[in-house]
Every structure is written in C-alpha cells, then in structure tokens.
C-alpha cells in the first residue's frame, strides 16, 4: 500500500455545539466521495465508505476481512476488544464454529427470560440513585453515568459470564483504559495484561468451581471437549466483557439525555410504554456510536460504489454516516421515535458479524428507559447541555459523565 499520500484526515469531532451529530464531513463526501482514501491518525491512510447502501455491501462481502492482521486492515486507534483469533476478528468458516458456541445466552428467547433480573438491577441502581439525591439535598445532582448507565450493563454481563460483582470497578476502570483515545499505546497494553490476567484467575476458578453461566460452559463444555484452548476462552471472555458494557452503557446515558432534550417524544412515551422499542431502535440508529465503525480489509481486488478497493487495502465503515443517509432515512438528522424504517439501522453493524448482543442490549436500553421515565418524571439535567462532557476523545461515543436532578 502507498503510504506516502496523505488525504483528508478521518473524521473524528461533531461540529461545534452539535453533540449529537456525526462530524459534517459525511454528509459532503456521501454526496462527493462516497469511497474515498482518508489519512488515519497514525499517518497511515485507508478507504472511507459513508454511504449506506455501499457499507451495507462490503460488510455483507466475504472477500473483506475481520483480521487484524490481514494485510491493509487499517489498526490505527483500532478498538482493542478481541485481539487477533478473538471471535469479532476471525472470518468464515473459523466465523461461525466460533460463533454457535457463544449464540444460545444471546437469543431473543434467553434475553427475555433474563428480563425480570434485569429490572431488578435497574429498580436497586434507581433506589440507590433516589438515595444519593436524597443525602446531597434539594439541589443535589446525580451523575446518571455512574449510577445507571456504566453499572447496569456491567452487572448484566458480569452475571452472565459469571464473573463476582465485586470486580465491577476493576472491570470499568480496564475497559475505559483499553478503549480509550487518550491514553498511551503503554497504558492500554498495561491495561490489556492486567485483564488478561484476572480472566486467567477467573477462568482456572471455573475448573474447580462451575457455575450456571457462559465461562463455566465454556470452560467445561468446550474446553474439556477440546473445541476451544484456554486462550480462546479467555480471549472470548475479554470480548464479552468490553463488547457488552461500554457499548451499551453509553447507549443508556445518550438515549437519557435525548430524552431529557425531546420532552414532546418522552411525554408520548411515558404516556405509552409500547412506543419504547420503536425509540430504542431510533436511538441506536441516531447516535450509532461506534461511529467510524466496522473495519476491513480486502483480500482481493473489490469494487464498492464505483471505486476499486485492491487486495491488501484497508475499508473504514462510517455507520453514523450510514444512518443518517437521506436515501434510507429520509429527514435523517431529526430524531422521531415513529420513524418506520428506524430498525434497518446498521449500529449494530451487518453480515455475520453483526452484533451478537443485539437482544441484551435492546432489553437493557428499554428497561433503563422506561424505568428512568416511570421513577423519575421530573428528569432533567443538573448543567446546562453546552457543558455535557462528550465522548469525542473516545472509540464508542458517548457522554463521560451525566449530571441530572428531578
Ligand atoms: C448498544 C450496544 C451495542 C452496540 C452499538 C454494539 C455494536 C456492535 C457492532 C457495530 C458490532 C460489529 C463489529 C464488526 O462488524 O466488526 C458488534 C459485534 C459484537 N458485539 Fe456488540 N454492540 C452492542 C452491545 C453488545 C452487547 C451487550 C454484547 C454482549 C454481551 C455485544 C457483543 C458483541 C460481540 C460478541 C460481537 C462480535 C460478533 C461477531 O464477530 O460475530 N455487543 N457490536
């Protein structure tokens, strides 16, 4: 690849006092460039695909990679989740086997015999949440990003994978480290051994001690049958662990704040709960938080939208882009929870890749949601919005920290 050109860089900031909106470039290139070449923050340079129809077509595209180390596939700020042979980095066939071993806890029919527990957690952190407000006062604010947001979906995966909730802040404080833009290559590779470390632990732990959940099976069913090796169990758990939390958690503090700021969309829906999974989908698809996201590269010569992608070239997939294209979402950047076609959004990404939490996820964020609009029908920032703290220095977007009152 010729990596003496430099392009446009990739675009990475929301404009100026539009939080929610992808960077503007994208909605030029959808219409100028819809393929072209983007200088990445190492200085390498990759394809940039903005528009839905071609990203929808490269990553249904079996002569794209998932391979960290296929030749091109552009690494650059690279979320870390899974390294190399991690499930979301291995291509067919590899793909699937790996794949069916993991699919049966993340069926719809599973997530909604989990639904109960999850309402749990989100009734005892909106208890302790009312209890925080109630020790500070009147004027008291509460970060809803601590209190909510981060601890749900941890407490949710940690019970699946069956890792002790006592390690949840360990847990945060790694995966904030692993993904984050601002750290060191040093910090994050610290960050990633240190993980590495405890699954270990916890992996070996299984062996004497199974119990009801996902490593424990692995482990015992899938390790001991000589399907997986102990690395592939506890990379596939480092997966889990990042994939499934701060995702969503920055999904729950974005679709609060939305809320907060469309009280004509939250009246309706508290006044008719069944309008929430209508709005989640909106949600995902108005944020897409993984904004410059799915990866590839080309094993072969392709041609996507026009333009020859060649063999050991690199594709960045803008999914944000993506879902706010006016060919597939007409009026793109307004947010209407009634909007039809919302749940062809590709936040979850596409083809065999596509996300396997999908169901966690879409339960977490109706329950947190509804649950916040029944508890606390006052909701409403403690800060005025300019002083929100975005996410824009990291890999999934999202707010740092949420400050509201009621
Ligand atoms: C709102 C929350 C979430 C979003 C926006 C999201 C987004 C994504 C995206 C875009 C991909 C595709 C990556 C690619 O093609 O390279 C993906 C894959 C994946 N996600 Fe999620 N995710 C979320 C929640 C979760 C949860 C809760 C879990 C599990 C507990 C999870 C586990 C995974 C796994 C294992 C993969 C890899 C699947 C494969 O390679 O076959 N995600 N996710």
């Known amino acids: 690849m010729d990596t003496s050109q430099t392009y446009e860089p990739l675009p990475a900031e929301p404009p100026p006092g539009c939080p929610f909106s992808p960077p503007h470039a994208y909605t030029r290139l959808r219409v100028e460039h819809p393929v072209t070449r983007v200088t990445m923050p190492d200085g390498s340079w990759a394809w940039l695909l903005t528009r839905y129809a071609d990203i929808r077509s490269a990553l249904a595209d079996p002569r794209f990679s998932s391979d960290v180390n296929a030749p091109g596939y552009p690494r650059s700020g690279m979320v870390t ?5 991690s499930l979301i980095r291995t291509d067919p066939p590899e793909h699937g086997r790996r794949r069916r071993m993991l699919t049966r806890p993340f069926t719809l029919k599973s997530v909604s015999a989990l639904r109960p527990r999850i309402q749990r957690i989100t009734d005892r ?3 302790e949440m009312a209890d925080r407000r109630q020790q500070d006062g009147p004027d008291g604010s509460v970060d809803l990003v601590r209190s909510l947001a981060l601890p749900l979906p941890s407490l949710v995966i940690s019970l699946l994978l069956g890792v002790p909730y006592e390690d949840r802040a ?10 984050s833009r ?3 290559e040093a910090e994050r590779t610290a960050a990633r051994e240190e993980l590495r470390a405890y699954l270990a632990r916890l992996v070996a732990g299984k062996e004497e001690n199974p119990g009801d959940d996902i490593l424990s099976e692995l482990v015992h069913d899938r390790m001991g049958g000589g399907e997986l090796t102990r690395e592939e169990v506890r990379g596939t758990a480092t997966l889990l662990l990042i994939a499934g939390h701060e995702t969503t958690a920055n999904m729950i503090g974005l679709g609060a704040l939305t809320l907060i700021r469309h009280p004509r969309a939250t009246a309706e829906l508290r006044a008719d709960p069944t309008l929430m999974p209508g709005a989640v989908e909106e949600l995902l698809r108005f944020h897409s938080i993984t904004r410059s996201g799915p990866r590839r590269a080309a094993t072969a010569d392709v041609e996507v939208g026009g333009r020859l992608i060649k063999a050991g070239e690199g594709i960045v997939c803008a999914v944000a882009s993506a879902n706010r294209d006016p060919g597939q979402f007409p009026d793109g950047d307004t947010f209407d929870i009634r909007r039809r076609n919302a749940q ?5 990404g ?3 890749h596509q996300c396997l939490g999908q169901s966690l996820a879409r339960a977490e964020l109706e329950i947190a949601l509804n649950t916040l609009l029944a508890r606390f029908p006052e909701l409403r920032l403690a800060v005025d919005f300019a002083d929100v703290p975005f996410r824009s220095d990291m890999l999934v977007y999202g707010c740092h920290a949420l400050p509201v009152t009621w």
């Open 344 to 348: 062809h959004h590709i936040a979850f």
């Open 81 to 85: 989740a899974g390294e190399g042979g």
């Open 350 to 352: 596409y083809g065999v």
């Open 170 to 179: 360990l847990f945060q404080s790694i995966t904030a480290t692993v993904l």
């Open 125 to 127: 952190l909106c208890d």
């Open 182 to 184: 601002v750290n060191t």
